[in-house]
């Protein structure tokens, strides 16, 4: 049976100051709970902004956690001088073990030195789409778009991705750089049909849609130019015309920022159908069956 006298103490004096250690190791822990406590609720008071919150929130986060493992090692470290041999193999088998962590750790670091991707950011993780709503030391938080639903808007789940796919998974970022995307609408015709009016028709619509961001799209894209090579020859919108099997299509390519995609199109659409609505010789191309009779 093992008792005290029996244990190994690994040169503590356990009797002596084992106790006061302890002691002064629970007043460390409450007095860094107090003063995060404290703090955030001088943040809280003196400002609404979410954002601040938020960042507020993050920061201290990481500071307790780290002056609390500073204070106590500063009140245990002569305690364990005589056992560097065996923390060293201690640490050994716990980075074996921990290996999981340790990476989701390691891309955390990555994540706030880097920067690939940012609290607001819209990204695209493996086949995870959303918005970065909370980044913390293991794992990075989205809001879900798409998926469930055919269209850049969110569906309303969460998800909760370790940090360390950021080292084997691509990561797409709406945001960063080069703030617009490109979205295409494509209009089907039929053969007989005036195509070079409904051309005109297509252009002039997205203009009006997406011609406004041109100028703001040239500046993020100087901008965006000072860190990757991106280049475009035209930020205009722009109509390509395509022969298929059941008629003529016309492919219209413009501008949208990434949270305007589904209510711009839906605007573009609009006024399509309504100009094409006064024109006859413009006719929709859909799925048809011809039957050819031959008399005797």
Same mark, same amino acid.
């Given at each position: 049976? =093992?008792?005290?006298? *029996?244990?190994?103490?690994? #040169?503590?004096?356990? !009797? /002596?100051?084992?106790?006061?250690?302890? &002691?002064?190791?629970?007043?460390?822990?409450?007095?860094?709970?107090?003063?995060?406590?404290?703090?955030?609720?001088?943040?809280?008071?003196?400002?609404?902004?979410?954002?601040?919150?938020?960042?507020?929130?993050?920061?201290?986060?990481?500071?307790?956690?780290?002056?609390?493992?500073?204070?106590?090692?500063?009140?245990?470290?002569?305690?364990?001088?005589?056992?560097?041999?065996?923390?060293?193999?201690?640490?050994?088998?716990?980075?074996?073990?921990?290996?999981?962590?340790?990476?989701?750790?390691?891309?955390?670091?990555?994540?706030?030195?880097?920067?690939?991707?940012?609290?607001?950011?819209?990204?695209?993780?493996?086949?995870?789409?959303?918005?970065?709503?909370?980044?913390? =030391?293991?794992?990075? *938080?989205?809001?879900?778009? #798409?998926?469930?639903? !055919? /269209?850049?808007?969110?569906?309303?789940? &969460?998800?909760?991705?370790?940090?360390?796919?950021?080292?084997?998974?691509?990561?797409?970022?709406?945001?960063?750089?080069?703030?617009?995307?490109?979205?295409?609408?494509?209009?089907?015709?039929?053969?007989?049909?005036?195509?070079?009016?409904?051309?005109?028709?297509?252009?002039?619509?997205?203009?009006?849609?997406?011609?406004?961001?041109?100028?703001?799209?040239?500046?993020?894209?100087?901008?965006?130019?000072?860190?990757?090579?991106?280049?475009?020859?035209?930020?205009?919108?722009?109509?390509?015309?395509?022969?298929?099997?059941?008629?003529?299509?016309?492919?219209?390519?413009?501008?949208?920022?990434?949270?305007?995609?589904?209510?711009?199109?839906?605007?573009?659409?609009?006024? =399509?159908?309504?100009?094409?609505?006064?024109?006859?010789?413009?006719?929709?191309?859909?799925?048809?069956?011809?039957?050819?009779?031959?008399?005797?």
């Amino acid at each position: 049976m =093992l008792t005290a006298a *029996t244990l190994p103490d690994f #040169g503590l004096n356990l !009797d /002596a100051d084992f106790h006061s250690k302890v &002691i002064l190791s629970v007043i460390v822990l409450v007095g860094v709970w107090l003063a995060r406590v404290l703090i955030l609720r001088m943040v809280w008071r003196s400002t609404t902004n979410h954002k601040v919150r938020y960042r507020w929130k993050r920061a201290l986060s990481y500071a307790a956690p780290a002056c609390l493992f500073l204070f106590v090692a500063l009140v245990w470290i002569n305690a364990f001088r005589h056992v560097s041999t065996y923390l060293g193999l201690l640490s050994a088998g716990i980075a074996i073990a921990l290996k999981d962590l340790l990476e989701n750790m390691a891309g955390w670091l990555f994540i706030v030195i880097r920067k690939p991707f940012a609290v607001g950011d819209r990204v695209q993780i493996g086949d995870d789409r959303g918005d970065i709503i909370d980044i913390r =030391l293991f794992q990075f *938080t989205i809001l879900e778009i #798409g998926n469930r639903i !055919d /269209a850049e808007q969110s569906t309303g789940r &969460i998800i909760h991705i370790p940090n360390g796919r950021v080292f084997t998974m691509p990561q797409a970022n709406y945001d960063q750089g080069f703030r617009y995307i490109w979205n295409e609408v494509r209009v089907r015709l039929t053969f007989d049909s005036n195509w070079q009016r409904a051309r005109e028709i297509l252009l002039e619509v997205l203009n009006r849609y997406g011609g406004d961001v041109v100028l703001d799209a040239e500046q993020g894209l100087n901008e965006a130019s000072k860190m990757y090579y991106v280049h475009y020859q035209h930020l205009t919108p722009i109509v390509y015309i395509a022969l298929m099997e059941d008629g003529i299509t016309l492919t219209g390519r413009y501008l949208c920022e990434p949270r305007r995609i589904r209510s711009t199109e839906s605007a573009i659409w609009e006024d =399509l159908l309504t100009a094409f609505a006064t024109h006859n010789d413009i006719r929709w191309a859909y799925p048809t069956r011809r039957l050819v009779g031959y008399g005797d």
